[in-house]
């Protein structure tokens, strides 16, 4: 889930205008700060995070979002309910289908933004539990891309600010992409404060350029992953 600091969070990144961009097929607001406890009860539950992910894709119908998820049709209804009523989504438009109207639903923002209380609290941690169970689950022969990395760097606070801003516009930019293929891929990223310590400063004694550290051998060439 990208976020904005300022401390606000928020479920899905918010790239510029790109000329290979996609949009759902019907029209929203830019961006919703949620305000309201209603709102927090209402977005920060599994079934209903899974359809406004869905719904970011296209407009769908009760049934369409009951098969996409496996689950029924009243199920599904219900939870469309509870999002309706807190205004994260609404019917963009309706189809008649023989004696039935048809009703498809679509998200009221494309990025919401929220803060680290009520209900939100520990998403961002049980969104990468989950990330890393289904990492898990990836076969090693998958013909797929498969990437996952870690670092820990000691930076400035404010160039922590700039790498957070350009992997949330990374992130928008991978959920704008035009759907196709036959696989869903996941992105997830995490920059966040640690403990780990940090080696004493040297005194400005740094050792020259091309020349390893005392005791390292062939060690000097490797790096920590």
Known sequence: MPARQDPRQGTHGNAPEHPQTTRPDYDMAESLLLWDAEQYRALFEDTRLAIINLLNERAATTSELGEALGKPKGTVGHHLKVLENAGLVRVVRTRQVRALQAKYYGRTARVF????????AGAAERGFTAAAAELAQVPADHPGVVNANFRRVRIPTERAEYFSERLN????????EPRGGETTYALAFALYPTDQPALPRTGGHAFPEGRAFPGGGDDAEQEAR
């Open 113 to 120: 933004y929220y803060h680290r209380v009520e209900e939100s």
């Open 169 to 176: 516009t990374l992130l928008a930019e991978f959920s704008a």
